[in-house]
């Protein structure tokens, strides 16, 4: 048996599963007669609301608050609709594996040494993510202080147009079928609600290929009340200090494109705000750059210190993933994540699969292996395991005072040790599924479960130092293969740098709305939650302003 055969058919594919969640968006571009390129702004303007960040959550939190009032939305992407590239979920690898500057994914690397990404689009990360729409649990909610009713009909309002019923092919039937085998119990169908057992989750592909995002969502924006401007890099907040007892955010300094430096004041009122929905690395980032965070680390960058903070940046998360691929001899559909199950030891099982994997792969070792492989040795497919919460947390800090570079992040992945027993449990369900009854026809005989181990801890994964060989603890294997599954947090969490109404405590007049707020990641996919707490939180402060 020639397994350099089957290695350079693992590395291809894997190269692609890295960096296959791509992105599409609807064929036809909605007019949005509110979207302008930055360059068109003017020097000076005037906003009640100025939101940072037109991604997951700032979309539809745009989209509510311009109902009644004026609201600037300043993105530093582009517009998700148009580009060829990036249009249908066949062409998923594409925005990742663009690392140009226009690209709608910016990468970067943890201090941990595993390969990450960052949206850079209108939408956010659901412009470039694997598209599973789940909502979070209802202990989250609960835990979080959340109005369930109001989470409800928020989620109910996304879902009109960005959730849909995936159709599910023979290897995704043949994955759920061997959790439920796997003891992962009960079956409970399609649902969006996150309950313990196997289920089958919604997407934001509609069934011809299409991805939907949270720029979608802007269909519902009152077109009077709302301008966005693409391209808009925001620099720093403007606060107001003399004669406050406190600093008051008033403004914003941005530039276009070209460099050009634009301002945007609020206008008066007092229930008028400036929000931060930049995302978990952009969000406390920003705040750092405009003099809000730990008062000895800006200074090291000649920051003006406005409020000595220093848990911004601090509680950042990400959950570690970790997968095996399975080499099939039958054809695979292509789909991305379709079933979970969600177990009671605090992982997530999912799984994505097809020969499509090799579209649009990086720069990578494996690279070399797939231009040279027939299509029909991409037959196969991912089983992952994602670590709940995760507990191990980590920090955030700058490296430059320029908002377009990415910050620098540890994760400290599996540092706490009860993630890592996690994972291994993880492990061992993804072994009982590939040696159950229902995936027997889409795995070969010979080559085992040591085998199937032993070539994913050999592939270029990450950036870290191989260890494991069969005979090792699967604590090693996890350690040595983890990688990321785009679902970081933290950095502006509640009760540390906001309060429960997401405002930023220690300053007036600013909140952050985001997946930079959370403790934990909700579900078994961040997105749906973020999109939802997007319109919650906007109709949470429509409603307060239109109480005076």
Known sequence: MNLGWWWRLFAGALAGFLFFHG??????????????????????????????????????????LSQNATVLLLERGGSPYGNPNITKMASFGAALSDLSRSSPSQRF????????????????????????????????????????????ESYQWME????????????????????????????NGFTYDHIYGTKVGGTIFDQQGNRHTAADLLEYANPSGLTVFLHASVHKILFAIKGKRRPKAHGVVF??????????????????????????????????????????????HDITVVLDQPLVGQGMSDNPMNAVFIPSPLPVEVSLIQVVGITHFGSYIEAASGENFAGGASSSPAVEYMNNLDETTFRGGFILEKVMGPISTGHLELRTRNPNDNPSVTFNYFKDPQDLQRCVQGIQTIEKIIESKAFFRF?????????LLNMTANAPLNLLPKHYNPSMPLEVFCKDTVMTIWHYHGGCQVGKVVDLDYKVLGVDALRVID??????????????????????????????????
């Open 23 to 64: 992105f599409a968006a609807t064929e036809t571009a909605p007019n949005y007669s509110f979207m302008y390129d930055a360059t068109s702004a003017s020097t000076l303007s005037y906003y009640d609301y100025i939101i940072v960040g037109g991604g997951t959550a700032g979309c539809p939190l745009a989209a509510t």
């Open 109 to 152: 690397i943890s201090e941990d040494g595993v390969i990450n990404a960052r949206a850079r689009v209108l939408g956010g990360g659901s412009c470039i993510n694997a598209g599973f729409y789940t909502r979070a649990s209802d202990e989250y909610i609960k835990q979080a202080g959340w109005d369930g009713r109001l989470v409800n």
């Open 443 to 451: 795995r070969y005989e010979f080559l085992s479960w040591p085998i």
């Open 255 to 300: 530039r276009d494109a070209t460099g050009a430096k634009h301002k945007a004041y609020l206008k008066q009122g007092s229930k008028n705000e400036i929000i931060i929905s930049a995302g978990a690395l952009g969000s406390p980032q920003l705040l750092m750059l405009s003099g809000v965070g730990p008062a000895q680390h800006l200074k090291s």
């Open 160 to 187: 009109k147009s960005v959730a849909f019923e995936p159709s599910l092919g023979q290897w995704q039937s043949a994955v759920r079928n061997g959790l439920l085998e796997a003891g992962v119990m009960p079956s």
């Open 515 to 548: 997946g930079s707020t959370f403790n934990d990641s909700p579900g078994t996919n961040p997105q749906a939650t973020v999109m939802m707490l997007g319109r919650y939180m906007g109709v949470k402060i429509l409603s307060e302003r239109l109480a005076n």
